[in-house]
């Protein structure tokens, strides 16, 4: 009954689309658990890149099972697009399995997300506008629309009347925005219903009889343990949990299932959004990165922030999920660097703390303490077998092994799904 999780170590976007890609090679089913169209997993094969936002990276397998479960919540109008765009490209898209539980992003919800960033002002928290927020907040406050209500008529046209009665009083009263039409909302809505019924099912059922069958399933997380409403850099967070305990939550299966949990590692970091973010190098090297690795979001095109690796943030990802391997990618931006830092730890007002701060006052304050790597300066992109990468660069990950406390297991160097370099064989 083989499970593995691959899920996001950093601030997001460390390449756990194409960490997910090549391993799903093996699966019979990839899992999107939690988050929504805020997440933007790029995939490239034989020269051709496709970007994901709702839909699970095994998209690309034809007869891979690719399930989007309850923890996640769904704009209908990005999946039914997503799906458009990859029929168009000849993908098959037969396999998606929508959960009856998750939650529909409905056109408020989007609307609220962008108005309450521009009420919060200086204080905003640089979302994705995708409506992510405010759909868990009525999941929360228990007035969300599910799947399983989209697909019953009569509850959907009930429960959009009430939901808009009061979000309408929202827009006008606290935004001061035109009210919203309940019926180009039905209307547009029971389109997107007929359309996504054929995948419509009970999800905890089909992911416990694949298991039970000893299928091979794939979690992939979207968004990153820093990110994690709970364990992340809060308030400047998501609003679910990346994490691996966010499995259990999100997908109803239960945490004792999963055999082996993947870590994606960037080989230096980014942020996106606002934040702290200790080892932002705010100079030419943080230019460099951005220039390098075309460190650009997917979702907004915004730039990204960048720094260093922090290996302490690492480590904590390995705590909170119990991380077995490490998969790293985009060692070959670095390629270019004479000098490469990687931060151990923090120091704040002299002392070295030993875990990463609750409070954010506290961690924009800290002080990362580096150590300095010699650059490897050649082209490691063709690079197939770890032995054969530069001393230098062995040396870097090796350092950042004994740091987080995590092992090795993959290492990437290029977008393809061929440059990949395998040191753990039993992931599946
Ligand atoms: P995700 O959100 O974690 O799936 O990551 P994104 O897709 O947002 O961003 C990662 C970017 O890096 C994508 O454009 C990938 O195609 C690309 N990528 C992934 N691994 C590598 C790698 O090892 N080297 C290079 N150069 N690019 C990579
Ligand atoms: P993937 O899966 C990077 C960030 C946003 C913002 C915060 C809250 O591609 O790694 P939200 O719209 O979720 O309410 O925004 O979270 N964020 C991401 N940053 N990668 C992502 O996804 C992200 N999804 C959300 O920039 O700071
Ligand atoms: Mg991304």
Redesign the pocket.
């Known amino acids: 009954m083989p499970a593995v999780e691959v899920m ?1 170590t950093q ?4 390449g ?2 194409k960490i997910v890609d090549y391993l799903a090679q093996q699966a019979d089913v990839v899992v999107r658990y939690q ?2 169209s ?4 790029t995939v490239s094969v034989n020269g051709e890149e496709y970007k994901l936002r709702l839909l699970p990276s095994g998209i690309l397998y034809k007869g891979t099972y690719c399930v989007v479960a309850n923890g996640v919540v769904v704009d209908p109008k990005v999946m039914l697009e997503e799906m458009d765009a990859m029929e168009k490209r000849g993908i098959d898209v037969s396999g998606i399995r929508l959960s009856n539980r998750a939650h529909v992003v409905l056109p408020y919800h989007s609307l609220m ?1 962008g108005l309450s960033e521009e009420l919060l002002g200086k204080g905003k ?6 409506g ?2 405010p759909c868990y907040q009525d999941k929360a406050k228990r007035i969300g629309i599910r799947v399983c209500d989209l697909m019953d008529k009569e509850e959907f046209r009930k429960r959009l009347k009430e939901n808009l009665q009061i979000k309408n009083i929202e827009l006008e009263r606290l935004y001061k925005h035109a009210p919203l039409d309940y019926d180009e909302i039905l209307k547009e809505y029971e389109g997107y219903a007929e359309r996504l019924r054929p995948y419509v099912c009970d999800t905890i059922a089909f992911l416990n009889d694949e298991l039970a069958a000893d299928k091979k399933i794939l979690f992939e ?4 343990t820093m ?1 994690d409403v709970d364990y992340g850099t809060y308030p ?5 949990h ?1 994490v691996s305990g966010g499995i259990g939550i999100g997908a109803g299966v239960a945490p004792n299932r999963l055999d082996t949990i993947v870590g994606v590692v960037k080989a230096y970091c ?6 702290p973010f200790p080892t932002e190098q705010l100079n030419e090297v943080g230019e460099k990165l951005r220039e390098a690795g075309h460190e650009y ?4 095109g ?1 730039p ?1 922030r960048t720094g260093w690796l922090d290996a302490f943030v690492v480590r904590y990802a390995g705590l909170l999920s119990g991380i077995d391997y490490m998969a790293i990618t985009r060692l070959d931006i670095l390629d270019g660097f004479d000098e490469i830092k990687m931060c151990v730890g923090y120091k704040y007002k002299g002392e070295r703390l030993n875990e990463i701060p609750a409070s954010l006052k506290v961690l924009a304050e800290v002080e990362p303490i580096y150590e300095t790597f010699k650059g490897w300066k050649q082209d490691i992109s063709g690079i197939r077998e770890y032995k054969k990468l530069p001393e230098e660069a062995r040396v870097y990950l090796e350092r950042l092994e004994e740091v987080s406390g995590i092992a090795l297991g993959i290492v990437s160097v290029g977008p393809n799904r061929d440059q990949t370099i395998i040191l753990a064989d039993d992931i599946f």
């Open positions: 996001g601030w997001g976007d460390e756990k689309g988050g929504g805020n997440a933007g997993h997300d928290i640089g979302t994705t506008k995708r992510i927020g997380g979207a968004q990153a990110l400047y967070v998501t609003s679910s990346p980014t942020r996106v959004g606002e934040g979001g997917t979702v907004t915004r990204r």
